[in-house]
């Protein structure tokens, strides 16, 4: 096992209208805006940002993947020091490669990949220093990361010997079956549930942190999203929403208690 845990540390949304999503999410969610340009050839990429640091980003769907039928959604990277190592224990362990370790300019080196179970994730090696993190409740930042599998007890145990995520203990939902909580590092953390029929595939889901639940479930509407589910409070006293943005793209917010 890893001797320090491996978390998502950046968050990319690929979209079909770059514009409105930038246009949706900074008046949602509040973040600031600035196009990346330091990436020569790269595609248009708009890097979000709050308190001061990068949050992700946002760029258009690439042609393969539309090809292909993928939705626009959210990725998550997980941050590694040695992305072709880290790839080749994944397939060791079930896992699939979407799109084998390459090199992005002035960025960092990446791989596209999924777990056994099928949930779509990113590595990235950053060519950068690694910053220290965040607190899990800053503005703007994932304050919680959710996956929706075909079985919980397999996924824990394959991110937890990838990653060295660590067991934080479980509920039992009654139908819904058992809530698996983890911690991926001092400032990250989530939970893993088997998904409920009417999600056809494993997905990873993150959770936005937002001032107010119930002005940023305003804020999603007014600007042409939708409410899926809540708000509705958590265990942990807070408050969160289930949402999906204009384009399709499906994600969460997270807020303390009203």
Known sequence: MPNAPKPFFWYELMTTD????????????????????????????????SAGRGVGGLMTMPED????????????YIHTKDVDASTKALQEAGGAVHRAPDDIPGVGRFAVVADPQGATFMFLQPNQPDQPPVPATTLGHVGWHELYTSDWKAAFDFYSSQFGWTSAGQFDMGEMGIYKTFGAGPESGGGIMNKP???????WQFYFNVDAIDAAAKRVTDNGGKVL???????????????????GAHFALLAPVR
């Open 229 to 247: 589910m809540g708000p509705m409070d958590v265990p942990s006293g807070q408050w969160i929403i289930q949402c999906q943005d204009p384009q």
């Open 197 to 203: 029929p009417q999600i056809p595939v494993a997905v």
């Open 18 to 49: 770059l514009d409105a999503a930038e246009a949706f999410y900074t008046a949602v969610v509040g973040w600031k805006a600035e196009p990346f340009d330091k990436a020569p050839g790269m595609p248009r990429y708009i890097v979000v940002n």
């Open 65 to 76: 993947a539309a090809k292909m039928g993928m939705p626009p959604a959210w990725l998550g």
